[in-house]
């Protein structure tokens, strides 16, 4: 049985190991092995311990726990760029719940969140272009290709990115 919550403080380590897994399963082609391997966990724990512990009104991170274990999460920006509105920062699902619906999940919760704020502003996230799994996803899920990038994360060399964008929360609520 799982179980949705809002992600509190104590929250930051689990969220920052399941990143970094993420990353490491998903993106060993993408991002450099040495970023991987000796500095990605040490950025995520820095960053998830400061997003979780001085949160801001226009965020959110929402987590899925199994067995008392977070297993998954996403993170939600409000109005985040003036043009594309609502920024998906984050979803991570943890290998053991991969490809069980986990990720609809945490899209809906998002996706009522924003709606019960600024239902009208679009939703976007990046996605590496590799990543033709979450790609295939997010466009069964209603969301379209509207451009396409580089990464600027650290380790990524530049790698290609997907903006994912949906036009409102609601259209993104009418497909999970």
Request: glycine share 6%; hydrophobic share 40%; with cysteine.
């Amino acid at each position: 049985m799982i179980t949705i919550r809002q992600a509190i403080t104590e929250d930051a380590d689990q969220i920052a190991a399941i990143h970094t897994a993420g990353w490491r399963e998903t993106y060993h082609n993408v991002m450099t092995p040495e970023y991987l391997e000796q500095e990605a966990l040490a950025e995520r724990l820095t960053h998830w311990r400061g997003a979780l512990s001085d949160p801001t009104e226009d965020q959110a991170v929402f987590v899925v726990e199994t067995a008392n274990t977070v297993a998954g999460f996403i993170c939600v920006k409000l109005h985040y760029d003036p043009l594309h509105g609502h920024y998906i920062d984050s979803l991570h699902i943890s290998a053991a719940l991969r490809g069980q619906g986990t990720g609809k999940i945490l899209l809906r919760v998002a996706a009522e969140w924003l709606s019960h704020r600024e239902p009208q502003l679009p939703v976007w996230l990046w996605v590496f272009e590799e990543n033709t799994r979450a790609t295939a996803l997010y466009h069964r899920l209603g969301g379209s290709t509207v451009e396409t990038s580089v990464s600027d994360l650290p380790g990524s060399d530049n790698a290609p990115v997907l903006r994912i964008r949906w036009p409102n929360a609601e259209a993104l609520l009418n497909h999970v």
